[in-house]
């Protein structure tokens, strides 16, 4: 049965999402229509990729959230399916908040999400309940399960918070599955809960798996949980974060703690906690198993800080990273653009060897739908000062990145790429360091997605022009020798 909530959003977009063609990225998802934040139900089922988001088709603003669907055959093209979830039920009548999916034994999918409902207290202060919910379906149409919820407050350790309890995130072992919550302890912080359950419709709780203790930020929203390269990993998108140095910055974070895991004891023991992305625009990662065994994350695009300043009169608002596939290597999180993006490849220039001291650009290279690879290295035994490579540049506009060999430091600034508003337009961070530095540039109209090193590390941003300024400039205080490899992408 489709309720009229879901029906009205499904109608809603059936007939304006031609309307926000003109404004899409090629290939970084973005809503049929409206507004979109986390992703949700990153998953395979039955021979498809399926992506979820948290999507308010309305306007270009968060609202009573309703779940919006994508499916795709190589993660880079996606095709939009119906609006799969509205806020229609006395258990999420606020709003479908973040959560998975999974195909069920019986051919079903099964989403986890967290139902949201508003409650008045007596003294007039409005509480946002949060609760989980199950629904199920047949990879467009949902129904939501009668025994809603399947977890609320009364499964949550003493003196956690019940006002934030959300994001599961499911997989399955063996013959259980697992899901990993966020809540918040008695000290105010963040923790993931984890719980058990035969059959998705019915779980418990087993332990506190990671307590955040107030070191990385508070509230740890949207957790995942997964082995890889025979170590265990948790992602977590912490809220109030503090500044540590170049690794974290103040506000809207985002985390990887690489670990072991004990499964049989239920124990996550930490060792390594990093940032995920050192961009600007990145949070609510998830991750999935491909089936030829990749583990591929995707994030959202954007950064809760800067998202009410919008362009005006735009019909869409947020997209996702392209999803990208994940290694560890020496105990740190690497992820490169995921593979299939490689088909879309074009015409192909190239520059080898190229001696560089002072200012240039080259014939071929430019575009704003590109990927493009730049080997940067010291010419003979001394180090030059600094490199610098502009895109998107034209006589008033260029996002900027910069190295310096002496102390590694990466530093991207878009504050010349149309920004109208007083938000932060740059961001600092540490590299291996040393004469060459190796930059993965994959832009797609507004979108930048930067890996340095082979995937050592990532940094996401946006950039607010209007999209023409599409030159790219190399400029090199000292010797620098070059190495550029540059594709268009063909959509
Ligand atoms: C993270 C988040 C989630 C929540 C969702 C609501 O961006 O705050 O914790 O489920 O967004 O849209």
Known sequence: MISEPLQRA????????????????????????????????????????HLFFQ???????????HWGHAKSDDLVKWEYLPCAMAPDAPFDQDGCFSGSAIELPDGRQLLLYTGIHNHRRADGVVDCLQQQCVAVGDGINYEKYEGNPVLDISDLPEGYSEIDFRDPKLWKDGDKYYAVISSRPPDGSGAILLYESEDCFHWHFVTVLAMCRNEYGKM??????????????????????????????AGYGNLAIIGDYDKENHIFSRQQVQAVDYGLDFYAHQS?????????????MQNWATVQNQKENIRLFGQMTLPRELSIRNGRLYQNPIRELEAYRGKCTRYDRLRLNGTCTLDGIRGRVMDMTIKVSSCGDQLYQRFFLTVAQDSTHGA???????????????SASGGRFDIVHHRKFQTAGGGSVKLRIIMDRNCVELFVNDGAQAASFLLYDEGDADGVLFKADGNVMLDVEHYSLDF
């Open 10 to 49: 499904r109608d809603f977009e059936a007939e304006f999402q031609r309307c926000a063609d003109v404004e899409r990225p090629f290939f970084h998802l973005t809503g049929p229509i409206g507004w979109i934040n986390d992703p949700n139900g990153f998953s395979r089922y039955q021979g498809h990729y």
């Open 55 to 65: 999507y308010h088709p309305y306007n270009t603003h968060w609202g009573p959230m």
């Open 220 to 249: 740890w929203e949207c957790p995942d949980f997964f082995p890889l390269d025979g170590r265990q990993v948790l992602f977590a998108s912490p809220m109030a974060m503090r500044r540590d140095g170049l690794e974290f910055h």
């Open 288 to 300: 999935m198993e491909t089936p030829d065994g990749r583990r591929v994350m995707i994030a959202w």
């Open 400 to 414: 900027e990145i910069r190295y310096t060999p002496h102390d590694g430091v990466l530093r991207i600034e878009r």
